[in-house]
T-cell receptor, first 108, second 109 residues
Framework: EPEVTQTPSHQVTQMGQEVILRCVPISNHLYFYWYRQILGQKVEFLVSFYNNEISEKSEIFDDQFSVERPDGSNFTLKIRSTKLEDSAMYFC??????FGPGTRLTVL | GQQVMQIPQYQHVQEGEDFTTYCNSSTTLSNIQWYKQRPGGHPVFLIQLVKSGEVKKQKRLTFQFGEAKKNSSLHITATQTTDVGTYFCAGTGTYKYIFGTGTRLKVLA
């Protein structure tokens, strides 16, 4: 059964550094999403992406965040200058319902 | 802003007992989805409800969408230890994909 994959599984970074989280959605899916989940809290929607552009974003997704689909398979989330409060699990999903295993981001 | 609340926050049940979690939105939803997340895992999609008053069943799980499309429930009959996890609802309304606060279910053998 096809799966969404994410790399790395865990990323540790210093505050102020840029990070890129990578996702490979399921190949014939068209809609892609990023969510985050702070430890012990609910899942929060960040952004949805369709047809090579952002279709919707939440108030969390400010200018520090960007998404790209640099090629036909990868879907990336970039955080330009990480803050301590960016520490969370970041989940990619394709076609809304298929979540990847997540990347745990720890900002020190 | 739009909020989706779930109750209870935690539920401990004996194996074999029933379990229900309730999801309430501050605004009308166009649809609602339910997910299960095991500890340390990622959300796993269970079902989507679209129609007012809709009821869907998956084996021991029964999902309901309220008539006003502002609330939903998930009922598990005769819980098993494999049902352990956090159950989230997620609604699509004014804002996309607002997740509920989740109900953490623990099943005691």
């Amino acid at each position: 059964e096809p799966e969404v994959t994410q790399t790395p599984s865990h990323q540790v970074t210093q505050m102020g550094q840029e990070v890129i989280l990578r996702c490979v959605p399921i190949s014939n899916h068209l809609y892609f999403y990023w969510y985050r989940q702070i430890l012990g809290q609910k899942v929060e929607f960040l952004v949805s992406f369709y047809n090579n552009e952002i279709s919707e974003k939440s108030e969390i997704f400010d200018d520090q965040f960007s998404v790209e689909r640099p090629d036909g398979s990868n879907f990336t989330l970039k955080i330009r200058s990480t803050k301590l409060e960016d520490s969370a699990m970041y989940f990619c999903a394709s076609n809304e319902q298929f979540f990847g295993p997540g990347t745990r981001l720890t900002v020190l | 802003g739009q909020q989706v609340m779930q109750i209870p926050q935690y539920q401990h049940v004996q194996e074999g007992e029933d379990f229900t979690t309730y999801c309430n939105s501050s605004t009308t939803l166009s649809n609602i989805q339910w997910y299960k997340q095991r500890p340390g895992g990622h959300p796993v999609f269970l079902i989507q409800l679209v129609k007012s008053g809709e009821v869907k069943k998956q084996k021991r799980l029964t999902f309901q969408f309220g008539e006003a499309k502002k609330n939903s429930s998930l009922h598990i009959t005769a819980t098993q230890t494999t049902d352990v996890g956090t159950y989230f609802c997620a609604g699509t309304g004014t804002y996309k994909y607002i997740f509920g606060t989740g109900t953490r279910l623990k099943v005691l053998a």
